[in-house]
């Protein structure tokens, strides 16, 4: 199947929750683009790889790619990972309540723990491979700007 013909399976493809880890679907080690979903609601997409060049996706020894970009955005950490601060910038932090606040500014809650938790409470993924990062950064450009039923992903639409 080629790259495109495989861009529907980022919608209609299986679905993952960012609960359910580690992913062994996921290659070792690839190049490949992927969409995150509230429910049916596109929330973002992204692809990892990008430096990754074919003979060394077969001689790494450490995962790289596409397996290590979701497990970033699983642990919630915004201090490296742009997806987490979006996801606190528009789901956490619209949402406190004044005790939250109040917890938050005595160090007893992090917002890095509200992220990790409703990421991998309410957030799912679909992935793709593909040959390398010119393909992955196409396809991420199409689903950013709307191919997708679902339409432009919230969080970075094109």
């Not at 070792?28 to 683009?33: A, I, N």
């Not at 991998?120 to 689903?143: C, D, H, M, N, P």
Request: with cysteine; charged share 25%; proline share 5%.
């Amino acid at each position: 199947m080629s790259t495109d013909a495989a861009i529907p399976a980022l919608e209609t493809g299986q679905l993952y929750s960012f609960a359910n880890w580690p992913n062994e679907d996921i290659p070792r080690v690839s190049v490949g683009v992927y969409t995150v979903w509230l429910g049916e609601q596109l929330v973002y997409v992204g692809y990892s790889g990008r430096n990754l060049r074919p003979h060394e996706i077969k001689a790494a020894k450490k995962p790289k790619g596409l397996v290590t970009r979701l497990k970033s955005h699983r642990s919630g950490l915004r201090n490296d990972d742009q997806f987490c601060l979006y996801i606190c910038d528009r789901f956490i932090i619209p949402g406190l309540d004044t005790e939250t606040q109040r917890k938050l500014a005595s160090g007893e809650l992090l917002l890095d723990g509200l992220t990790r938790k409703f990421i991998r409470e309410k957030l799912s993924y679909r992935f793709i491979t593909t040959e390398g990062s010119e393909a992955a950064r196409r396809i991420e450009g199409q689903v950013r700007g709307g191919i997708l039923s679902a339409g432009k992903p919230l969080l970075n639409p094109a």
